[in-house]
């Protein structure tokens, strides 16, 4: 096991790593920017550096200086979290010549499963279904061409990157020349590789989930779905497992899908296989995540394990001590992501000292954030202030203790959506399951 890692990341899932590893007996070192001096992933670490200013690309993405860090604190092993460099090659690269242990895949998986139209095409070798779709398209002219194959509405999707960005809805040939440029310009900015593919547009589908666990040996489970249907602009608000939606035979031939999925890569450590799913049952491959989800809480809650915890163990080289026969989803968990944002008034981002913080409790009821009374939530940094996860035994039960948790949560200082969850959490099609990603886009809340 490592003895000191330090963690190359913030806020909540700074927070939730550095539990974790005090409860294994690791020591942890913490990287802040000076916009973060009074973090509270600062104090609970138990050596901590200063990496730079606050925004990002001075900080929490400079790589020499997180590197340096570790080196300097004699870390053994850095753990990423999600975001930032979670998926970055190039920084799980740099580990391995420093002889630093990075806790997730290889780079060599990382950048394959980063290449979407790489990883479309391995996963329908493997044979795991994979939307209607083309390779990357070089030029308008070519995009023109295989548009008119696979027909609208389509998408224009950024070879590289995630979260939303680089994506582009198209309806009609004369919408693709403007889409084609924006999607590409918009993911070469955000990602330095402007490369577009174009893939069929599915309507009123659900967003599955699987979550994987794979070491070093060619073990691998797959740790059940998670449905993340409730989006807006393809950032996920609410996550729960299991899915309404998906029934037993469909649940095994997504395992099955997945566990083909990893065996097709070498996949090793924690990731997540990203997939749509039509009304008729029928999934089709999206993405592989090939990092720790924002959503995972969920899953350790209807699993009871803790996936932070076999990260950190797989990547030092333990064994994973069950089968795919051990693997049993139990109850259900939902999560409600809480963002600074203001729904009432375009989403719009907010900033300022928490004045007032009450966090709700009871059995089975769990906040996982980096704040506290008086801590001022920067304009540097991602929205999200924490996450609100409760359990049940039943679906129905989890929803009720979402709605009376959410009633209880006060964050007062800044603008928080806990008041638009309970709107979600109370809508007819959230209730009965049967919400699909379009449930806001229909203007339905």
């Not at 001075?58 to 092993?77: F, K, Q, V």
């Not at 919408?175 to 084609?180: I, K, P, S």
């Amino acid at each position: 096991m490592f003895s000191k890692i330090l963690i190359a990341n913030r806020g909540e899932i700074a927070v939730r790593i550095i539990r974790a590893c005090k409860e294994m007996g690791v020591s942890t070192v913490a990287v802040y920017s000076t916009a973060d001096k009074e973090a509270l992933h600062v104090s609970l670490a138990d050596e901590s550096v200063c990496i730079g200013p606050g925004p990002v690309a001075e900080s929490y993405l400079n790589m020499n200086a997180i590197l340096s860090a570790a080196i300097y604190t004699g870390a053994d092993a850095v753990h990423p979290g999600y975001g930032l460099l979670s998926e970055n090659d190039r920084f799980a690269e740099l580990c391995e010549k420093c002889g630093i242990t990075f806790v997730g895949p290889s780079a060599d998986i990382i950048r394959r499963m980063g290449n979407k139209e790489e990883a479309r095409r391995t996963m329908k070798a493997a044979g795991v279904p994979v939307i209607p779709g083309c390779d990357v398209v070089p030029t308008l002219e070519e995009a023109k061409r295989e548009a008119e194959k696979i027909g609208f509405p389509l998408l224009c999707k950024a070879r590289s990157g995630g979260g939303g960005r680089g994506i582009r809805l198209v309806h009609s040939m004369e919408e693709l020349e403007g889409a084609f440029t924006t999607a590409s310009k918009e993911a070469a900015a955000a990602f330095g590789d402007g490369g577009i593919y174009l893939e069929k547009y599915l309507t009123h589908t659900k967003h599955i989930e699987m979550q994987v666990l794979c070491d070093l040996y060619g073990g691998a489970v797959c740790l059940g779905e998670r449905d993340c249907s409730m989006q807006r602009k393809n950032q996920k608000l609410i996550e729960e497992s299991p899915s309404a939606a998906v029934d037993e035979i469909t649940r095994a031939a997504m395992v099955d899908a997945s566990l083909k999925a990893v065996a097709a890569v070498g996949y090793q450590n924690a990731g997540t296989i990203e997939y749509l799913m039509a009304d008729d049952g029928q999934f089709y491959f999206m993405e592989m995540n090939t990092r720790l989800q924002v959503e995972h809480p969920v899953t350790e809650m209807v699993t009871g394990i803790d996936l932070v915890k076999w990260q950190i163990r797989i990547a030092a080289g333990a064994q994973l001590p069950f089968e795919q026969r051990d693997i049993t989803l139990r109850g259900h968990a939902i999560e409600c992501r809480i963002n600074a944002e203001n729904p009432y008034q375009g989403f719009r981002p907010s900033c300022g000292e928490i004045s007032l913080l009450h966090v709700p409790g009871g059995p089975w009821v769990r906040f996982d954030s980096a704040l506290y009374q008086g801590f001022v939530v920067s304009p540097f940094y991602d929205s999200l202030l924490g996450k609100l996860i409760v359990y049940a035994g039943t679906r129905e039960e989890a929803v009720r203790k979402m709605q009376a948790a959410l009633c209880e949560l006060i964050i007062e200082g800044v603008d928080t959506c806990a008041d638009f969850q309970t709107e979600l959490l109370a809508a007819k099609e959230f209730v009965d399951g049967s919400y699909r990603t379009d449930f806001l886009t229909e203007g339905r809340i």
